[in-house]
């Protein structure tokens, strides 16, 4: 499985991160998230034999769809924080970016930093055109997030089993368009400054 994940996901990075594609030793950090009450806007808390079997498929959907989840480090101490990338099992009405980070590293603006990477990636490496965000109505953090990475609600765009909101992220052209990119890119600044203490922002 290493050699698979070496030789066939590319390696993400950023400023504090590096995106690599999920291993055996990452399982105890995913399975004690999808096993809390974190996991309740993405279809938990699951029990052992569910969250293995859906870590199982986070690595099959690499080998399946030729992209998937990456899993986030620290890129100094390669302390795990979360998961975030591109997500399509059967019955999904289109790709999505999605994230999910550990409890215990939340509010650091980790996720905003990594789900603009990879979805740089996406439409820069690999050519898309559009991506989706599926997210819990209820899920207001994701929600914000979401709205910071530029995306808006797209109610014209079937959802996956009708409990679900879609945000449609910004196209490439927009992406690149300077109102967004720099929004995007002084707000990731502002977390990577060790001194930012956010008050009253939207976590993660």
Aim: proline content about 7%; charged content about 25%; overall charge negative.
């Amino acid at each position: 499985m290493s050699q698979f994940t070496s030789t066939k996901i590319p390696e993400l990075r950023t400023k504090r991160l590096v995106l690599r594609g999920p291993e055996p030793q990452d399982y105890p950090d995913f399975k004690a998230t999808f096993s809390s009450y974190r996991s309740r806007f993405m279809g938990g808390p699951l029990n052992a034999y569910e969250a293995w079997m859906l870590y199982a498929a986070e690595i099959g959907h690499w080998e399946i769809r030729g992209y998937g989840m990456w899993m986030i480090h620290d890129a100094e101490t390669d302390e795990t924080y979360g998961m975030a990338g591109g997500w399509k099992p059967a019955g999904w009405p289109e790709a999505e970016i999605a994230w999910i980070i550990w409890p215990r590293v939340a509010g650091r603006g980790i996720a905003l930093e990594a789900a603009e990477r990879v979805r740089r990636y996406f439409y820069n490496d690999l050519g898309w055109e559009t991506a989706v965000s599926y997210l819990d109505p209820k899920n207001l953090d994701s929600i914000r997030l979401a709205e910071r990475l530029g995306c808006k609600k797209d109610h014209e765009a079937p959802s996956v089993d009708g409990n679900d909101v879609v945000y449609r992220h910004p196209t490439p052209a927009q992406c690149r368009s300077s109102q967004i990119a720099d929004a995007i890119a002084q707000e990731i600044g502002f977390y990577q400054n060790p001194n930012f203490k956010p008050e009253g922002w939207a976590l993660d």
